[in-house]
Nanobody
Framework: LQLVESGGGLVQPGGSLTLSCSAR????????IAWFRQAPGKEREGVSC????????NYADSVKGRFTISRNNFKNTVSLQMNDLKPEDTAVYYC?????????????????WGQGTQVTVSS
C-alpha cells in the first residue's frame, strides 16, 4: 500500500490546515488509517486514527478538540482537519496503515507509510 500525503504548509498560530492521505493503486476502504507526526529531535508520535468504517476515531490528548479525522471512501482519502494550530504542532506529518487492521498509536504496528508533509506553525 503506497500512501501519499498532501496539504502541509506554513500557517500562523491559531490558523487551520487540512491534510489529506490518499493511496496509489489500492483502495483505502479496507484499512484503518492513522496520522503521526515527528518534530525535529523528537520521536514520531501518534496524532489521530480512524477505523476502517470511520465509526471509531482516536486522538492524542494534545490535539483533542482541535483536530478532526475523517474519511471519504468514495474519494479514497483520509483527511485531518487541524484548527487552532500552535507552534508546537510544527512537524512532519505522516499517514500510515497498520499491519493489523485496528487503530494504534504504536509506530511498530504500522508497515505502510507515506513520505510525509511539512506543517510549520509560526508568526
Amino acid at each position: 500500500l503506497q500512501l501519499v500525503e498532501s496539504g502541509g504548509g506554513l500557517v500562523q498560530p491559531g490558523g487551520s490546515l487540512t491534510l489529506s492521505c490518499s493511496a496509489r493503486i489500492l483502495t483505502l476502504d479496507y484499512y484503518a488509517i492513522a496520522w503521526f507526526r515527528q518534530a525535529p529531535g523528537k520521536e514520531r508520535e501518534g496524532v489521530s486514527c480512524i477505523s476502517m468504517s470511520g465509526g471509531s476515531t482516536n486522538y492524542a490528548d494534545s490535539v483533542k478538540g482541535r483536530f478532526t479525522i475523517s474519511r471519504n471512501n468514495f474519494k479514497n482519502t483520509v483527511s485531518l482537519q487541524m484548527n487552532d494550530l500552535k507552534p508546537e504542532d510544527t512537524a512532519v506529518y505522516y499517514c500510515a496503515a497498520p499491519n493489523r487492521n485496528s487503530c494504534s498509536f504504536q509506530v511498530a504496528d504500522f508497515g505502510s507509510w507515506g513520505q510525509g508533509t511539512q506543517v510549520t506553525v509560526s508568526s
